[in-house]
């Protein structure tokens, strides 16, 4: 059983940075695609950002530049450093693992940015 948990989230005002992590357990980390989405209520979850196995990543276009995702694998943990945020940024922030075509998902962590 594959568990995924997220911490980091919390208030910040527009302009301030927070940094995401998701601890992974089990042993399929090394190996899995890890991605961050975000979904604000009433809305579509959307992908934030990705992080492959060998380390190639891929963002939405809202956040290049302003965000950025990497990988412990020595940790099994996932991060998401977040700069620059804006009120549109709000959001509930889900962990996501992709492996051996099984989808893990964390029961997320609130972002919250003021203006």
């Known amino acids: 059983q594959v568990q995924l948990v997220e911490s980091g989230g919390g208030l910040v005002q527009a302009g301030g940075s927070l940094r995401l992590s998701c601890a992974a357990s089990?042993?399929?980390?090394?190996?899995?695609?890890m991605a961050w989405y975000r979904q604000v209520p009433g809305k579509q979850r959307e992908l934030v950002a990705r992080?492959?196995?060998?380390?190639?990543?891929e963002y939405v276009d809202s956040v290049k530049g302003r965000f950025t995702i990497s990988r412990d694998n020595t940790k099994n943990t996932v991060y998401l450093e977040m700069n620059s945020l804006k009120p549109e940024d709000t959001a509930a922030y889900y962990c996501?693992?992709?492996?051996?075509?099984?989808?893990?998902w964390g029961r997320g962590t609130q972002v919250t940015v003021s203006s």
């Open positions: 996501n693992a992709i492996f051996a075509f099984s989808d893990y």
């Open positions: 089990g042993s399929i980390f090394s190996g899995a695609t």
């Open positions: 992080i492959r196995s060998g380390g190639s990543t």
